[in-house]
């Protein structure tokens, strides 16, 4: 019985720990997103300055 104890314990916390190094990484890859999602939005400003110069 003891034994089952502690395996249960050892997938509890090994869980635990997956987990938590899970939401970091997930921030990481939010903040990359962002950037990336910046970086367009100003080429397509870039783009959108040059139609209207072409215009004129």
Partial sequence: MR???SR???KLTQLGYE???LGSQLGRI???ADEVNRML???TRKE???EQKKKM
């Fill in 48 to 50: 959108e300055k040059r």
């Fill in 19 to 21: 987990h938590g190094r």
């Fill in 41 to 43: 939005e100003n080429m």
């Fill in 3 to 5: 034994q089952k104890n």
């Fill in 30 to 32: 939010r903040k990359s």
């Fill in 8 to 10: 249960l314990k050892n």
